[in-house]
């Protein structure tokens, strides 16, 4: 979290892969490697036409193949390269990957409780929330290092691993994460750099973000 003046203005662009057969059954998709609809790919289409109006310098994605072809949307209009990292993928969740939302409060009812309240869970079996971000919030910093001033990095991810990483870059605590909300399929959210670090500057968006008139900055 840089706050140098050398780094001021760069933008890091958290954006959720399109609409998966999965989530339209509410199955926890997890690091398994699902496809997207045919509505995921134009998500993903429309998306990136908004996308690269930011003039984005840099993409890198997940390595799995729903946020890989969401991110080939944005690259296809840029002409950038995709840099793919399994850091970025969606948390493991073990048992819990391919069951509904109804399958997991039925058979993990309190686990899944002790999640909803913040405490520290591996769901399933798999990782924790904050191994997560310890992997995956390394990638976006790395790569944001590597921008211009002013300089804009697009993040392809997964709903789970932005919202962590996301918490980790703006020094909330980990039982305060889910406080943020979720994010709807091919929506994104916006950091920007300040003089004390990252700030949120749009979250869950769809359209294209606006500056923040008349902050206190």
């Known amino acids: 979290m840089n706050g140098s003046r050398s780094g001021r203005g760069r933008r890091i662009v958290l954006w959720r892969h399109g609409q998966t057969a999965w989530n339209l059954e509410r199955r926890f998709q997890g690091s398994t490697d699902i496809e997207l609809t045919e509505t995921g790919v134009a998500q993903a289409a429309r998306a990136a036409r ?3 109006s930011l003039k984005p310098d840099a993409i890198v994605a997940s390595d799995l193949r729903r ?3 969401t991110a080939a949307e944005l690259a296809v209009i840029t002409g950038l390269d995709v840099v793919h990292d399994v850091g ?3 948390t493991y969740a073990g048992a819990w990957q391919g069951l509904t939302h109804e399958e ?3 058979r993990y009812g309190e686990q899944y409780a002790a999640w909803k309240r913040g405490e520290p869970v591996r769901r399933g079996g798999g990782e924790l929330e904050t191994e997560v971000a310890d992997r995956a919030a390394p990638v976006v910093l790395g790569h944001a290092g590597k921008l211009p001033d002013d300089g804009t990095l697009v ?3 997964h709903g789970g691993t932005i919202r962590t990483t996301i918490g980790r870059l703006l020094g909330l605590e980990a039982h305060h994460w889910e406080g943020l909300g979720g994010l709807t399929n091919c ?5 920007g750099e300040g003089a004390r670090g990252w ?9 294209l973000p606006e500056p923040v008139l008349g902050d206190d900055t």
Do not use: D
């Not at 700030?199 to 359209?207: D, Q, S």
């Open 199 to 207: 700030r949120l500057l749009e979250h869950n968006a769809g359209t």
């Open 67 to 69: 946020a890989a072809a």
């Open 50 to 52: 908004l996308l690269a």
């Open 104 to 106: 997991i409060v039925e």
């Open 155 to 157: 993040v392809v991810s």
């Open 187 to 191: 929506c994104w959210s916006v950091l």
């Open 88 to 90: 970025l993928r969606e």
